[in-house]
T-cell receptor, first 120, second 111 residues
């Protein structure tokens, strides 16, 4: 259980084009989805938190007009990188939050396989 | 600035040994603690979660939590070359579902 998929797994595009990345929770309904970016040899950087039916909450320094997030349902969130430039080339990873079992009422995050974006 | 600190490594251990990975955090309000494993070029995989002080064991993995010392550790018994990866410590931000990640410790298990 707790499987998260992402599509596409990699994409190469020209500078100035837009790229859409899909994130799906396959076997559970996610209370919240998150979008991260990871540059080589660096840790994960949270870009935004996404809840179904509401606007995403972006982290400081992340341009909301450049990284458009749509959370259409409890199992689907999309990230669109608009007018992509070479500096946007990175590994984009989504995660979906699932309420853990037991007494703690804690959410655990499960990651998708990631999308490697290369902007030429 | 809420932080999670990890030694970047690499931590090199022989096959069959115990690997000990450590993590400290600054947010005293954090209540949930996680260890993720990330192979090179792949996304993180949740391997352990711990919420209360003490030890939690799952197979070859043991997570240890000491909230008073703001310290989390992960022990890997009978280390295998396939355990070679970067291990990320993650701590929830108080009153949110957001996770704060450490920079990770690279573990190398040699035959």
């Amino acid at each position: 259980g707790a499987v998260v998929s992402q599509h596409p797994s990699w994409v190469i595009c020209k500078s100035g084009t837009s790229v859409k990345i899909e994130c799906r929770s396959l076997d559970f309904q996610a209370t919240t989805m998150f979008w991260y970016r990871q540059f080589p040899k660096q840790s994960l950087m949270l870009m935004a938190t996404s809840n179904e039916g509401s606007k995403a909450t972006y982290e400081q320094g992340v341009e909301k007009d450049k990284f458009l997030i749509n959370h259409a349902s409890l199992t689907l969130s999309t990230l669109t990188v608009t007018s992509a430039h070479p500096e946007d080339s990175s590994f984009y990873i989504c995660s979906a939050s699932l309420l853990a079992g037991g007494l703690y009422g804690v959410n655990e995050q499960f990651f998708g396989p990631g999308t490697r974006l290369t902007v030429l | 600035q809420k932080e999670v600190e990890q030694n970047s490594g690499p931590l090199s251990v022989p096959e069959g040994a115990i690997a000990s990975l450590n993590c400290t955090y600054s947010d005293r309000g954090s209540q949930s603690f996680f260890w993720y494993r990330q192979y090179s070029g792949k996304s993180p995989e949740l391997i352990m979660s711990i919420y209360s002080n003490g030890d939690k064991e799952d197979g070859r993995f043991t997570a240890q939590l000491n909230k008073a010392s703001q310290y989390v550790s992960l022990l890997i018994r009978d280390s295998q070359p396939s355990d070679s990866a970067t291990y990320l410590c993650a701590v929830n931000e108080f009153n949110t579902d957001k996770l704060i990640f450490g920079t990770g410790t690279r573990l190398q298990v040699f035959p």
